[in-house]
């Protein structure tokens, strides 16, 4: 081999070691971003959220949002830790369902916090739960200050079927305090990408469908023995 060849081919090997190294660093990038996307997307809360229930007056889901977030105070009770969602106010009014729906798919793909329409602004509270009577896919989007829950019409199939509802709101308020999917449909928040859906929660006993042990420790972990509100 002539020394010509010989330097290009250590510069083809040079080569194709940036490249390989491009490509570590790639694959790299590709686990490390979206886990510390979903960080903040699933952060704790650093004070008590105020949670306001905004519906139609009367709508027969509003004790059922207050059914779920006593579930939950109870189970932050019961995990030692003293944070809790705040008081409850229910209010009268409407999101669009133009934005609701919006941001139903922001929140099946984002990783990130979310930018929230100006149609939420006018109602006060950390933690807004919309009760609509438009159809999308129920979601949890948490944007830069406060959450909002969207829960779709509740007079059409699966939340019309028993214990569905109770469990829908409770796993969405669940993203809210910072708990993501998981894949096992025995457990409450079960969802996307596992074939888990709404329905799941089916039961002619009333209940809420349990968490994990892992679930649980990562709300000790959020919400430590030592919380305290900035």
Not at 30 to 49: C, E, G, H, L, T
Not at 81 to 90: D, E
Not at 145 to 169: E, F, H, M, S, Y
Not at 191 to 212: E, I, K, N, V, W
Request: overall charge positive; aromatic content about 6%; some cysteine.
């Amino acid at each position: 081999m002539t020394g010509g060849q010989s330097a290009a081919s250590r510069n083809r090997a040079r080569r194709l070691l940036r490249v390989a190294g491009g490509l570590l660093v790639a694959l790299a990038l590709a686990k490390i971003v979206p886990a510390v996307a979903r960080s903040i997307r699933y952060s704790a809360w650093k004070r008590v959220p105020a949670v306001t229930v905004v519906a139609t007056p009367g709508d027969p889901r509003i004790p059922v949002v207050r059914e779920a977030v006593a579930h939950w105070n109870q189970t932050f009770s019961e995990l030692g830790t003293p944070f809790h969602l705040g008081a409850l106010t229910v209010v009268a009014g409407s999101v669009p369902a133009d934005d609701l729906r919006a941001l139903s798919e922001q929140s099946q793909s984002a990783l990130s916090r979310i930018k929230l329409p100006a149609s939420v602004d006018r109602f006060s509270g950390d933690l807004l739960v919309v009760l609509s009577d438009a159809d999308f896919i129920s979601f949890a989007a948490r944007g830069s200050q406060r959450t909002i829950i969207g829960i779709k019409n509740g007079n059409a199939i699966p939340l019309t079927q028993p214990n569905v509802l109770r469990n829908v709101i409770a796993h969405e308020l669940g993203h809210s305090i910072g708990l993501p999917h998981n894949d096992d449909p025995k457990l409450l928040m079960c969802g996307r990408p596992a074939p888990c859906r709404p329905g799941a929660f089916q039961s002619d006993t009333p209940h809420f469908f349990p968490l994990s042990a892992a679930e649980k420790e990562r709300l000790r972990t959020l919400y430590p023995a030592s919380w305290a509100t900035n």
